[in-house]
């Protein structure tokens, strides 16, 4: 465990809708912090993000706790320990909300998108799927090292919309990956080596749809000091440029 990690998170319903389904974590025990924007009716999101979220840190309470325990999936000999086990963690919540949708109705469609970052002694694993976002915030640079996995971006890279397509688009919140949608699922991860004094910004599309990342940087420059703070006026700032959807943040400050 990374003692030196400063870290803070908060969440907010937003000003239209009349429930929250986005869950966050900040699990310390493991220096693991995770974002889900859930989808789906009648709350089923909300049961998606919880149960992707809560599946993801018992698999990593097991695995700690009895590190012979057998796994869900085989191990990618092409990857190191800690990131076949982040990446089985998620995959384990990806069958886990498949199969609920499967057997009730009630959630029937139900799924999630995930971002997360792993610290580990030498780096931080960090990983997405679905179109939540992870931002790195260096020197006073902002910078988003996930890729969308939306129907826009696909336009996006595909077509080469201009600026008024892009803004226009009919379907930007058609994701095209995402927890629960199939049986299976593909992760992204990578892995990097912080610089001191890094920040990672995980959030969902609550405040990257509604602020832009000069306004992200901006907000978080003059709430530096203090994450918390930082958290709450970037949920502000999305609330106050419309706050359509629910929205979440969490930071995390490298020593």
Known sequence: MNTSLQVAGETHVGMKRSHNEDTFSLFEEEN?????????????????SQMAVQTLKTFFKDTREDPEMTWPYKMDRSRRYQENRLITGIKLANLRIHEAAKRDSNYHGM???????????????????GDSR????????????TEDHSLLNDYIKMKKLTAD??????HKNVIVRALGMKESVKVDSFFEVPHSGDVYLLCTDGLSGEVSDSEILEVFQANTQDLQAACHALIEAANRNGGHDNSSVVLVRAP
């Open 32 to 48: 693991l912090f995770i974002v889900c924007d859930g989808m789906g009716g009648h709350a089923s999101g909300e049961v998606a």
């Open 111 to 129: 799924g999630t998108t995930l971002v997360s970052a792993f610290f580990v002694d030498d780096g931080v694993y960090l990983t997405h799927v």
């Open 165 to 170: 397509e892009i803004q226009n688009f009919p």
């Open 134 to 145: 992870i931002y790195r915030i260096r020197e006073s640079k902002i910078e988003q090292i």
